[in-house]
């Protein structure tokens, strides 16, 4: 007999707090699958598995998590236990992209999937089975995508295409004597040296004056990155003013779901005020228009920066969650990410710099300039809200909020608007 279920792991007894993972127990022996998620332990309802309503976490968020991670495994098990020899890996691999709750990650594997159904048409094939895959076809499917992208472009596809194989040989789906990918050697994924602004450069964008209204507001934009802890465009594009909450900037980061809380320093203020001053009622302060603006329901899901169109995106809702947005408005998205970037190009040429500037600069710009300031590694990793679960786990609690305001405070004193 099998059960699966939600359990608080505690290496400790003693601990006062756990890691939540999906326990399967079968045959009187128990797997985990961990949620990555840490939660105290009297946060914790161990009889329904699931995290108690507090004001002390996103319970509600939490919680979503582990129900996605429970259908997900679920679904793993419920597969048969031993596929026979002809098991579709296309198959599997369309019920891999299908289980995906992230649009983004959606999209990035069906275009690498259709990638090889386009070199099996190329082969005459029709379908392609876990058996029939060896180190033959996979230098045979690799020549074939190098026809239309770089190497490297190339060796990524068929490292998705071998995390693929591992999800299906954990589920039992099929069992290789010798995995395939055994004997080949895959090109590391090297990312180009990213591009950051010296503190000459930044400081020439900040006194940079700018008449065209278009190029001026992705300036404003682009400053508002690099003061909030390196935002992600795809943050910035999303921020509404419900994240302004007891004078910081609150939000879940869409890519790694980490949430994240930025002091509301005087350049953020100084970068909104074109804004906010619309809003503005007579003897109100900038943080008094922005605390009635985040409360305000004509106001509150209103986007801060206007890229995006608040009713397009009216679904989302009060809670901010943008990560089950519709593949639609997921597209809707990454375009005006890209549109943003192009503006980036016009900024730099009226500002006079030389660096190449996109919304990713921004991040590596706070990254590079704490670094110059001495400012400790950890603190860097923490304040960007790293993704490697590894490092942002391991040095997590080293760092309490007011360390990060303090990082973020060090490199505003440096640059004042």
Avoid at 82 to 99: A, C, D, L, Q, Y
Avoid at 276 to 297: F, P, W
Avoid at 314 to 329: A, H
Avoid at 351 to 360: D, N, V
Wanted: hydrophobic share 35%; aromatic share 10%.
């Amino acid at each position: 007999m099998r059960t699966i279920q939600a359990v608080l792991y505690q290496r400790n007894k003693k601990d006062k707090a756990g890691i939540i993972k999906i326990r399967v127990t079968e045959d009187r022996k128990a797997t985990y699958v961990t949620t990555g998620e840490k939660l105290p332990v009297r946060l914790w309802n161990d009889k329904r598995g699931i995290v108690k309503e507090s004001d002390e976490v996103d319970y509600e968020r939490i919680n979503r998590i582990i129900e996605d991670k429970l259908k997900e495994v679920k679904a793993q098990y419920d597969e048969n236990v031993r596929s026979n020899r002809n098991t579709s890996f296309i198959g599997f691999f369309r019920k891999v992209i299908e289980r995906q709750s992230n649009e983004g990650t959606k999209i990035k594997y069906g275009t690498i999937l259709s990638k090889v159904e386009s070199y099996l048409a190329d082969s005459k094939q029709t379908d392609l089975t876990f058996k029939q895959i060896n180190e033959d076809v996979i230098y045979a499917m690799r020549s074939y995508f190098i026809k239309g992208m770089q190497e490297d472009t190339a060796d990524h596809y068929l490292k998705v295409i071998k995390a693929v194989i591992r999800k299906a040989v954990k589920a039992n789906m099929y069992n290789y004597y010798r995995n395939p990918f055994e004997g080949i050697d895959l090109m590391k994924d090297v990312s180009k040296a990213p591009s950051s602004l010296t503190g000459e450069m930044l400081q020439r964008l900040i006194n940079a004056q700018i008449e065209n209204q278009r190029i001026e507001s992705h300036r404003r934009a682009f400053l508002f990155q690099v003061f909030c802890q390196g935002m992600r465009i795809s943050d910035l594009l999303v921020l509404r003013w419900n994240n302004f909450r007891d004078g910081r900037v609150e939000y879940t980061m869409l890519k790694t779901q980490k949430q994240m809380s930025v002091l509301l320093n005087d350049n953020l203020l100084v970068l909104l005020r074109p804004t906010v001053e619309r809003y503005a009622k007579q003897g109100e302060s900038m943080r008094e228009t922005i605390d009635r603006l985040s409360i305000d329901k004509k106001y509150r899901n209103s986007f801060v920066f206007s890229f995006l169109s608040d009713e397009e995106f009216s679904c989302v809702g009060g809670n901010n969650d943008f990560s089950k947005i519709s593949r639609e408005l997921y597209v809707r998205l990454n375009k005006k990410s890209i549109v943003y970037n192009r503006n980036l190009k016009d900024v730099q040429k009226q500002a006079g710099i030389r660096t190449s500037l996109s919304s990713h600069t921004a991040r590596h710009t706070f990254a590079s300039l704490l670094l110059d300031g001495d400012v400790n590694l950890y603190a860097i990793s923490q304040s960007l809200g790293h993704s490697d679960i590894k490092i942002t786990q391991k040095y997590l609690s080293n760092f309490g909020t007011k360390k990060l305001d303090d990082v973020n405070a060090s490199l505003v004193s440096r640059f004042k608007m």
